[in-house]
């Protein structure tokens, strides 16, 4: 059985960098392509970054500069690194893996950005 779990989610105060993870099991993330979305109050989910087991990175234009994907292989693991936070940031982060044919999706983890 297949399963995401995400973590490094909370309350941070604008400026201030953050890194989330997304552990797998039951899944090879060498032989899948790992994404990062989120979904803002309010607001449909949005494609954030996405690396694949090779290590190519791709993001959206409205995520460049700020978001940095990367993955470690021996811990079955992809990170999202989010630097300078602010509110419209605030959302539930959600790992997914496309593995083939199939699509797997984490529970998300909520990132607050507040004073």
């Known amino acids: 059985q297949v399963q995401l779990v995400e973590s490094g989610g909370g309350l941070v105060q604008p400026g201030e960098s953050l890194v989330l993870s997304c552990a797998g099991s039951g899944i090879d993330f060498r032989f899948a392509v790992v994404g990062w979305h989120r979904q803002a109050p309010g607001k449909q989910r949005e494609f954030v970054a996405r690396i694949t087991g090779a290590g190519s990175t791709g993001y959206p234009d409205s995520m460049k500069g700020r978001f940095t994907i990367s993955t470690d292989s021996a811990k079955n693991t992809v990170y999202l690194q989010i630097h300078s936070l602010n509110a419209e940031d605030t959302g539930v982060y959600y790992c997914?893996?496309?593995?083939?044919?199939?699509?797997?999706w984490g529970q998300g983890t909520q990132v607050t950005v507040d004073t």
């Open positions: 997914e893996a496309s593995y083939g044919p199939d699509e797997y």
